[in-house]
């Protein structure tokens, strides 16, 4: 377990990362950008996991059934478009466009 | 060290390997030449993280634990081949949906984990006592990831067509207030006494908010919204990550959400508005307040059209939505092909929400096989409409109209558009006469450099490839 202060130092240096690394970006990528990061809080899927699996109770067992069917799904479907989309972007100067 | 202790670390070591690669991940796909490996780093991580998970000592201790597992690899095995194939399957135009429901899912996903947690604790069935703080972060992320939840389901109906765009109803705002207000409410009270009734109605209304909160919302506001529910489910998750102890998720989520939400402001700059002015304002209702334009648009057909492109030696293409709905973009390319051919300079404009989504007409162009160097950003583009012989409009409308500039009265005033107007020619590819989305008629249409060309934008494409060739080899026109 983490303790407050700790967690708060989390929340700011996460933050500004995440305001740093994308703050430079070409239009051209946000589309796989927003869908990258869009796949990168499929980690909820580790949370919902870890509550799926301290289920004592048929209810818990339900709700984390749920969490973890809806996290699997972000994380699988988020990475699948982005790759796709990704894969696509070429520039003209390359050998082997087509 | 005994095995429980080593599996501990194990465990921490994997979370932390793979918030080092997502970070990575991110950055890598921030330039166009390293993108794609970095959605395979980050791609490494989760698959780090999950496969650690299974080893997690809260898992292993728990005396259900066979049970628990079981159901978990079903509900990862179904959801991931539903997931996989729906996304290797979907059109690229559809992509916008197919986006918000997947960020969808991870906000039902965190609110599912602030679900558990609120009620494990309400009934004493958890492991683990919450702390005043713990409550109420489980709390806000369970708000937030419901919002984020319901609301994404309503945008991909929409996208996806299976409901009007817009619902609306008198006094929509404050209704729409009230159920937000009676979700905090209802929220607080968790954080002084939990209740299992409570949180069941905290729930029910949190659901709810983010179903009417997305109602009355259009389509060409969608870049926004998208944008910010991703932001929603990332601090969903951080929020979560802290109920849980899980560094992982706090990391993740919490740069997902700080990068989604400087995102959305980007989204809602372009559009001149604030966020909260996309979310609550039911713009683009009426739109009745516009003045009307004199003149008349004038048409062109596909053989005159096709003759000024064949004269000209800058041609700068204009695409939209409606792109993406004729599914254009692939004819278009050919057309530009044409063009080049024939020694000409053909280049991309792209509005920054032009589209459904962020950047939805650069991924419609690379699909075609468009490469991104021919393709500009509005800054960069502007100045050039005036060097420029012909500007072809396809599918693009308010993102053109001058109006944004002149008109103090018009609702979109003060938008930044694209100086398509300053180009010798313009040629407008549009199915009909017609407003665009905000309801206001276009100025650009009626300006004495402008001739519209009434098609379907495939076919419109088709038949100006039709008339270039002929014009080569009939020696003129």
């Known amino acids: 377990m983490i303790s407050g202060e700790i967690a708060l130092y989390l929340f700011m240096l996460a933050a500004f990362t995440g305001h740093e690394i994308i703050s430079r970006v070409p239009v051209i990528l946000h589309t796989p950008l927003m869908s990258g990061s869009n796949f990168v809080h499929g980690i909820v899927l580790v949370g919902a996991m870890i509550t799926l699996g301290e289920a004592t109770t048929v209810t818990q067992q339900v709700i984390g059934f749920i969490g973890v069917f809806l996290g699997a799904g972000n994380a699988a479907g988020g990475y699948v478009v982005t790759e796709r989309m990704l894969e696509m972007f070429k520039s003209s100067k390359k050998e082997g466009a087509k | 060290m005994d095995k429980a202790t080593l599996l501990h670390y194990v465990v921490q070591a994997s979370y932390f390997a793979a918030a080092v690669l997502f970070i990575l991940g991110i950055k890598r796909m921030s330039s166009p030449v390293t993108a794609r490996s970095g959605i395979q780093w980050a791609g490494v991580g989760m698959v780090v993280a999950t496969v650690a998970t299974f080893f997690h000592g809260n898992i292993l201790n728990n005396s259900g634990v066979m049970v628990n597992v079981l159901l978990m690899v079903l509900a990862i095995g179904v959801s991931t081949v539903f997931a996989w194939v729906s996304g290797k399957k979907v059109a690229m135009t559809d992509m916008p949906q197919m986006v918000a429901l997947y960020n969808g899912m991870g906000g039902g996903s965190a609110a599912a984990i602030g679900a558990a947690a609120l009620i494990g604790a309400s009934t004493g069935t958890s492991h683990h006592a919450l702390g005043k703080a713990q409550i109420a972060l489980a709390v806000v992320g369970a708000l937030i990831g419901s919002i984020s939840f319901t609301g994404s389901l309503i945008a991909f109906a929409k996208l996806q067509g299976w409901m009007d765009k817009t619902f609306r109803f008198g006094g929509q705002q404050v209704v729409n207030g009230l159920f937000f207000l009676s979700a905090l409410g209802l929220g607080a009270a968790l954080v002084f006494e939990l209740n299992t009734t409570v949180v069941i109605a905290f729930f029910a209304v949190s659901l709810l908010f983010g179903v009417l909160m997305t109602l009355p919302i259009g389509g060409a506001d969608m870049p926004v919204v998208i944008s910010l529910y991703n932001a929603f489910t990332g601090l969903a998750v951080a929020f979560e990550g802290y109920v849980q102890g899980n560094v992982a998720l706090i990391i993740a989520g919490t740069v997902v959400g700080a990068a989604g939400t400087l995102l959305t402001r980007l989204m809602a700059k372009a559009m001149n508005r604030s966020i909260s002015n996309v979310l609550f304002s039911n713009f683009g209702g009426g739109g009745g307040g516009s003045s009307e334009i004199a003149g008349s648009q004038k048409p062109i057909d596909a053989a005159d059209a096709a003759s000024l492109l064949y004269m000209a030696e800058k041609v700068i293409i204009v695409p939209g939505y409606g792109m993406a709905v004729a599914q254009a973009q692939h004819?278009?390319?050919?057309?530009?092909?044409?063009?080049?051919?024939?020694?000409?300079?053909?280049?991309?404009?792209?509005?920054?929400?032009?589209?459904?989504?962020?950047?939805?007409?650069?991924?419609?162009?690379?699909?075609?096989?468009?490469?991104?160097?021919?393709?500009?950003?509005?800054?960069?583009?502007?100045?050039?409409?005036?060097?420029?012989?012909?500007?072809?409009?396809?599918?693009?409308?308010?993102?053109?109209?001058?109006?944004?500039?002149?008109?103090?009265?018009?609702?979109?005033?003060?938008?930044?558009?694209?100086?398509?107007?300053?180009?010798?020619?313009?040629?407008?590819?549009?199915?009909?006469?017609?407003?665009?989305?905000?309801?206001?008629?276009?100025?650009?249409?009626?300006?004495?450099?402008?001739?519209?060309?009434?098609?379907?934008?495939?076919?419109?494409?088709?038949?100006?490839?039709?008339?270039?060739?002929?014009?080569?080899?009939?020696?003129?026109?």
């Open chain 2, 331 to 477: 004819k278009i390319w050919e057309l530009s092909q044409q063009l080049i051919k024939r020694d000409k300079t053909v280049k991309f404009a792209i509005h920054p929400v032009a589209g459904r989504m962020p950047g939805h007409m650069n991924v419609l162009l690379a699909e075609a096989g468009v490469p991104y160097d021919l393709i500009a950003d509005m800054d960069d583009i502007n100045p050039e409409f005036s060097t420029c012989d012909v500007a072809i409009v396809i599918g693009a409308n308010d993102v053109v109209n001058p109006v944004a500039k002149t008109d103090k009265s018009s609702p979109i005033y003060g938008m930044p558009i694209l100086d398509v107007v300053n180009a010798r020619q313009v040629i407008v590819i549009k199915r009909g006469k017609g407003a665009g989305f905000a309801g206001i008629e276009n100025a650009l249409f009626y300006a004495d450099n402008c001739r519209m060309l009434y098609a379907d934008g495939q076919e419109a494409a088709n038949r100006l490839i039709a008339e270039l060739k002929g014009i080569d080899s009939g020696g003129g026109h």
